[in-house]
């Protein structure tokens, strides 16, 4: 079965082709230099570089999948959550390919996607396991019970951990988006040199908070003579505090839902002191923990393809009045 998956949500205009599961082509195109300058993405420029891009990207993914068109056997398109002029150029194209093609169409939430990106690495994983989902809007922990039963037990309260990552870097003074920045700067610093506060790490939920972590940085950095901030050592203490709270609650929910499967997904799971962290914990608590290849941690539309795939396999399909969901929820 050849699946297209097409991914249009936020900054990056990407085109994949998966037969029966295995990725043909997986075409990303990003926007983050466009973006830069302003900080971060603005969302009409956004739209606009989509609508011209995605016939590009579209076509190398046709070209290097070395398919004919009416090879498709489906059309998987992200729908939500994400930004809503971005979201309509990809399905408005998924729309025009299904109808040209007479091929069914699917619609996928952005997050399954991010979800479904472990089946690509990792074709032997099945429910039940634990999500840690943590994107630039989304923080959530997951329990996928089954691929169309898919529970939200905790998520953020106020910012989405990317979000803290990219205005504490914003803070600092780097670069959008500020995880990657942060992660590299962090190399080079104590990650025990300031304690910053773990909001929520030890309520009993498995909801969290990152608002009052970032103000607390704020306030560190404010102490420093603007020349002689220690931008590394904050930029390392304060990661340190993400992953703390991230995979303390995370390893408690694996162990109260008796599941022994962790998956990481989203653009944070990038992290590499995340990374290294889950795999200790793994080991010292005999928890299994999947992490994607970083390509697959960001936003692809293989991830798209793959969700569009195993859903459509569960009888779920969509049709040609499906609409743009900004805030989808799971
Ligand atoms: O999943 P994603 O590509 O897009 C969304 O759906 O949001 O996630 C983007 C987020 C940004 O906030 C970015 O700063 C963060 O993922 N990110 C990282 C790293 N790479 C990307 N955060 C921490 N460390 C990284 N290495
Ligand atoms: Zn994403």
């Known amino acids: 079965m050849i699946v297209l998956g097409i991914e249009t949500s936020c900054d990056e205009t990407s085109v ?46 046709i070209d290097i999948a070395n398919i ?32 040209r093609l007479g091929k069914p169409l699917i619609g996928v939430n952005h997050i399954v996607g991010h979800v479904f990106a472990n089946y690509i690495t990792y074709p032997h994983l099945k429910p039940p396991y634990i999500v840690l989902m943590v994107s630039g809007g989304h923080t959530e922990i997951l329990l996928v019970r089954e691929d169309d039963k898919i529970e939200v037990l905790g998520k953020t309260v106020d910012d989405a951990a990317g979000e803290a ?26 990650e025990n040199k300031f304690n910053f506060p773990r909001p929520m790490m030890d309520s009993k939920n498995y909801n969290f908070s990152f608002s009052g972590l ?18 590394e050592d904050i930029a390392a203490s304060f990661q340190k505090a993400v992953v703390d709270i991230l995979l303390k609650k995370t390893f408690k929910a694996a162990k109260n839902s008796n599941v022994n499967t962790i998956v990481l997904a989203g653009g944070v799971a990038a992290n590499s002191y995340l990374r ?47 609409e743009a969901v900004p805030n989808l929820k799971i």
Request: hydrophobic content about 40%; aromatic content about 6%; glycine content about 8%.
């Open 214 to 231: 970032k103000t607390a940085v704020l306030y560190t950095v404010q102490k420093f003579d603007k020349d002689n901030i220690p931008k």
């Open 276 to 322: 290294k962290k889950a795999q200790e914990l793994s080991e010292k608590q005999n928890i299994k923990v999947l992490i994607p290849p970083l390509e697959f941690c960001t936003d692809n539309a293989a991830m798209i393809a793959m969700a569009g795939y195993k859903l459509y396999k569960k009888c779920l399909s969509s049709d040609l009045t499906l």
């Open 16 to 61: 994949a082709i998966l037969s029966d599961g295995k990725i043909l082509s997986n075409v990303v195109s990003s926007q983050i230099d466009i973006h830069k300058k302003f900080g971060g993405v603005v969302p009409e420029i956004a739209a606009r570089h989509h609508l011209s891009n995605l016939p590009i990207v579209f076509k190398n993914a």
């Open 68 to 99: 004919s068109l009416d090879q498709i056997d489906l059309i998987s398109v992200t729908y939500g959550p994400g930004l809503i002029g971005a979201l309509l150029v990809g399905i408005s194209f998924a729309k025009g390919l299904s109808l």
């Open 165 to 190: 990552f990219d205005k504490v870097a914003r803070i600092l003074g780097l670069g959008y988006p500020g995880g990657p920045e942060i992660d590299k700067l962090s190399k080079n610093g104590d």
